[in-house]
T-cell receptor
Framework: AQSVTQPDIHITVSEGASLELRCNYS??????LFWYVQSPGQGLQLLLKYFSGDTLVQGIKGFEAEFKRSQSSFNLRKPSVHWSDAAEYFCAVGARGNDMRFGAGTRLTVKP | ETGVTQTPRHLVMGMTNKKSLKCEQH?????MYWYKQSAKKPLELMFVYNFKEQTENNSVPSRFSPECPNSSHLFLHLHTLQPEDSALYLCASSQDGTGANYGYTFGSGTRLTVV
């Protein structure tokens, strides 16, 4: 079965700094990979997804993620963080015929 | 109205009460899900409905009873809950029954407090 690990529980960055959130997955075949964001008291919103093809995928709100098969990783990046990016970020992995598995989440704090 | 709508947004109930959570999706999706999100714990999948048929019950206690009358509506009936059931309950939908192919669309959740 597939699984996801987000090594960082909490990350703090300054506004305007770059951001990278880590995600490692475990799955035997090529997975479907997702990043979701959750603002306080809200549901999860899909930021981006990877199915196949170009390993660098662009998402909403200026986020991108890179699939690296050799490292079983799908890290989320943003070149310049805004205060409104403060939220919880979830990586998820899916497989054809199975439901998604979510990581435990990484909470992002943005310092002014 | 578009997306996934959950009502109510907040619910406080006693342990002997009976209440229901409602979820409605306007996306034409065929699968719907209930998730439980507790503080400092990963998302827990509770139930999956695909074309109105329950395809997964993830060892959820019987005090939680789902109902899916059609592909657009999903309910979670609650009775005799415990304080540890206090959590954010999220509804999601997906285009197909596996969910993995296209991702999920989530509602804003119902914040449940059991007193």
């Amino acid at each position: 079965a597939q699984s996801v690990t987000q090594p960082d529980i909490h990350i703090t960055v300054s506004e305007g700094a770059s951001l990278e959130l880590r995600c490692n997955y475990s799955y035997g075949a090529t997975p479907y990979l997702f990043w979701y964001v959750q603002s306080p008291g809200q549901g999860l919103q899909l930021l981006l997804k990877y199915f196949s093809g170009d390993t660098l995928v662009q998402g909403i709100k200026g986020f991108e993620a890179e699939f690296k098969r050799s490292q079983s990783s799908f890290n989320l990046r943003k070149p310049s963080v805004h205060w409104s990016d403060a939220a919880e970020y979830f990586c998820a992995v899916g497989a054809r015929g199975n439901d998604m598995r979510f990581g435990a989440g990484t909470r992002l704090t943005v310092k002014p | 109205e578009t997306g996934v709508t959950q009502t109510p947004r907040h619910l406080v109930m006693g342990m002997t009460n009976k209440k229901s959570l409602k979820c409605e999706q306007h996306l034409g999706h065929n699968a719907m899900y209930w998730y439980k999100q507790s503080a400092k714990k990963p998302l827990e999948l509770m139930f999956v409905y695909n074309f109105k048929e329950q395809t997964e019950n993830n060892s959820v206690p019987s005090r939680f009873s789902p109902e899916c009358p059609n592909s657009s509506h999903l309910f979670l009936h609650l009775h005799t809950l415990q304080p540890e059931d206090s959590a954010l309950y999220l509804c999601a939908s997906s285009q197909d029954g596996t969910g993995a192919n296209y991702g999920y669309t989530f509602g804003s959740g119902t914040r449940l407090t059991v007193v």
